[in-house]
């Protein structure tokens, strides 16, 4: 069942903790993305990578981390430094060269 | 600055009568427009992109590039189309970036 998993679904910090989400997928894309979801803001880049050991910064990285060093995985770290970090995280994936993005169910962080 | 603007949060019609989800696009280049959809308790799914000039279910969308426009029309809405629909704008590159909208929340009522 091809597709792209993210975990844990749900999840509770305190404040000052930093934090890991995962994000799999076994769809052989290249491309895999970060995106922030915010009621009424929409969607919003954290970091995206193209290739295996590369990634770029998109419009809000700050106070976040992510590192790919296998092309199934991209996980990000929520850091302490990251000022509202409640918020629905989306992991998505796609072939290089195209734009059409398939995403995961998402990850629900709370920060108490 | 490239940007996509949503301008209603909420879009309540009842079944049967036509729908359209209003998008507008900033950007200097040759954009290529996506709508999403996100229905409840589902994973965001691509539904259609201008490029294809296709009809997915019963929805289309016209890129007007005078008005810098992208609406998402169907002409006669069911109780399944309830859902959110974000439209989203790729610049030049083919990097996969995509700029999303705010998002708007369809209500289809019976």
């Known amino acids: 069942d091809g597709g792209i998993t993210q975990s844990p679904k749900y999840l509770f910090r305190k404040e000052g903790q930093n934090v890991t989400l995962s994000c799999e997928q076994n769809?052989?894309?290249?491309?895999m993305y970060w995106y922030r979801q915010d009621p009424g803001q929409g969607l919003r880049l954290i970091y995206y990578s193209q290739i295996v050991n590369d990634f770029q910064k998109g419009d809000i990285a700050e106070g976040y981390s992510v590192s790919r060093e296998k092309k199934e995985s991209f996980p990000l770290t929520v850091t302490s430094a990251q000022k509202n970090p409640t918020a629905f995280y989306l992991c998505?994936?796609?072939?290089?060269?195209?734009?059409?993005?398939?995403f995961g169910a998402g990850s629900r962080l709370t920060v108490l | 600055a490239q940007r996509v603007t949503q301008p209603e949060k909420l879009l309540s019609v009842f079944k049967g009568a036509p729908v359209e989800l209003k998008c507008n696009y900033s950007?200097?280049?040759?954009?290529?427009l996506f709508w999403y959809v996100q229905y409840s308790r589902q994973r965001l799914q691509l539904l259609l992109r201008h490029i294809s000039r296709e009809s997915i279910k019963g929805f289309t969308a016209d890129l007007n590039k005078g008005e810098t426009s992208f609406h998402l029309k169907k002409p006669f809405a069911q109780e399944e189309d309830s859902a959110m629909y974000y439209c989203?704008?790729?610049?030049?590159?083919?990097?996969?970036?995509?700029?999303f909208g705010q998002g708007t929340t369809l209500q289809v009522k019976p």
């Open positions: 998505a994936s796609s072939i290089t060269g195209a734009n059409v993005l398939t």
């Open positions: 989203a704008l790729s610049g030049s590159g083919n990097t996969g970036k995509l700029i």
């Open positions: 769809l052989n894309h290249d491309a």
């Open positions: 950007y200097s280049g040759s954009p290529e």
